[in-house]
């Protein structure tokens, strides 16, 4: 024996760490606690992010249906000229073509041509676009400016209430001249992840616009 080592060292040296079991109930502990702490992390991370994309996706709807309202709720019964020199309506509408219209622009702006704006939307695949072109009446070589609105839309359509107060899926029809507006536009985006929109927008009295509508085309011809 070891002079220097008193009797029973050695027993009580050893007493004083750990032994395998309470290591691995340590490490088993410890594992624990981190799996729970990387759930609640990593829970608390995703519904952060759901957040912003809901707030994101709620922004871009509102967006749109700004737009649309603006455009419509200001449009005016003014009708253009095309690329090729022929007449367009003032207002139309078709599935397959889209939102296509003459609105008033109160403020200065690069597309703005004499107070006014011809803007229109279309779906392409299952995105919305806004689209404004430079000028009221087009040249040749006349290419509007596209504007992405939404993603993962399954439809989008338009119906108007004419003056015989019926509603028609396309404008204008064949009564209808080309300075025609409709009384009532009611909107429909039907949305993959937010179900169906609809959008009641007043139309205006194109009567009432109508010396307005003759000065602007004086102006632009």
Do not use: C
Request: glycine share 4%; hydrophobic share 40%.
């Amino acid at each position: 024996m070891n002079p220097l080592h008193p009797p029973g060292y050695v027993k009580q040296y050893f007493q004083k760490g750990f032994t395998l079991i309470e290591l691995l109930v340590a490490l088993s502990i410890s594992a624990v606690i981190a799996v729970l702490s990387y759930q609640s992390i990593d829970s608390v991370v995703r519904v952060q992010s759901s957040f912003f994309e809901h707030n994101d996706r709620m922004t871009a709807i509102q967006r749109t249906v700004w737009w649309l309202e603006q455009d419509v709720v200001q449009m005016v019964p003014r009708s253009i000229q095309d690329e090729l020199g022929g007449r367009l309506p003032a207002f139309q509408y078709r599935e397959d073509l889209g939102l296509e219209l003459t609105r008033l622009a109160e403020f200065p702006t690069p597309f703005a041509n004499a107070g006014l704006m011809r803007v229109g939307y279309y779906l392409d695949g299952d995105k919305l676009y806004r689209k404004v072109w430079p000028t009221v009446d087009r040249a040749a070589d006349s290419e509007p400016v596209k504007l992405f609105l939404l993603d993962s839309v399954s439809r989008f359509s338009v119906r108007m209430l004419n003056q015989q107060n019926h509603w028609v899926e396309s404008w204008p029809s064949t009564v209808d001249s080309n300075t025609r507006l409709p009384n009532l536009v009611e909107v429909v985006i039907e949305l993959k992840d937010k179900g169906t929109l609809t959008k009641l927008i007043k139309g205006v009295d194109s009567v009432s616009f109508a010396p307005i509508a003759e000065i602007k085309r004086g102006s632009q011809l």
